[in-house]
């Protein structure tokens, strides 16, 4: 099959293009936002092909995978074909609603032409898709390389944005937490959060920033820190928070959206008091036979739950029953 998808999430996308299919990633000579082709920082196989917008307006295109909602208009102009009546197509709703909540109207409500994923139940939940088809395909991951150390006491926070997004991410947080112990910030555009941190009043607390690190030598730092720290207040369930788990490390994290369903109890610290929360990582730094305990169970349920195999056939599923609706 082959599969129009534009590279949006590199995670997400990574583990979908591990898939027995062909991918077709727009690429255009900016590699701005709709044509940034080929991830340069995650590892991708062979099946995942750029093309220009001129080739797609002949190239054979089994199914149009959307994740914007943009994407409906630019997949018909570069195709010449429009998605969900010339060609089979799948929303895929990564993110958590904005605006009113819980009353929030999906920009693909009431469609007949589609079909709505969601990556969460939480998210499903929370989305008014109206009459529009929906269907939820947890998160897989491509297991990490390595396992967890946890050699240095450290707390490790993997987050994109964290300047921006201030409060969506926790990063108003982060400051309680460094005061337990240093923090290590890994993402993208967390250069500046020691500047920004200090210019909202919390100078001189050990937090680095670690910026756009290639994906394999980010999971060699993360594993070696003593636990993993999940602030997001409101964003759907970050595939860095499964791949941590995956390597073996314990989860100290905010009891919001799905994390509270896909961390369980026995592989990490979860609560909406945040006190609670810096106190249970001041315990894991101390003691580093209950932070090893709850990361083995945390990877016995990545390992379960979030497995590759599991994602890419749910994903092999859907879309065959959405190509062979079509015909």
Known sequence: ?????????????????????????????????????????????????????????????????????????????????????????????????KGDVPNTRHPMADRDDLLVAHVTHFNELFWDTGATRTAVIEHGIVPPRVEWSGELDRLAVVTNEPVRRWRVTGTDLMPRFARVAPLDVFGMGVAGLPDALAAAGSAGLPVTGHDDLPQERMHVEVARRRAYLHLCRWTSLGLSLIEAMSIGMPVVALATTEAVDAVPADAGVLSTRVDTLVEAARWLMTDRDAASRLGARGREVAKERFGLDRFLADWDRLMEEETCASR
């Not at 936002?33 to 590892?43: D, E, H, N, S, V």
């Not at 092909?49 to 914007?68: G, I, K, S």
């Not at 997949?75 to 895929?92: M, T």
Request: proline share 10%.
């Open 1 to 97: 099959m082959n599969i129009l998808l534009w590279h949006v999430h590199g995670s997400w996308t990574t583990s979908f293009v591990h898939g027995r299919h062909r991918y077709l990633v727009p690429v255009t000579p900016d590699r701005g936002p709709y044509g940034l082709g080929r991830a340069r920082t995650y590892p991708w196989p062979d099946n995942a092909v750029e093309v220009t917008p001129q080739q797609l307006a002949t190239a054979d295109v089994d199914l149009v995978v959307l994740q914007r909602p943009e994407e409906l208009d630019l997949a018909e102009q570069w195709l010449g074909r429009r998605p969900g009546r010339d060609v089979p197509a799948v929303y895929v709703e990564h993110n958590t609603p």
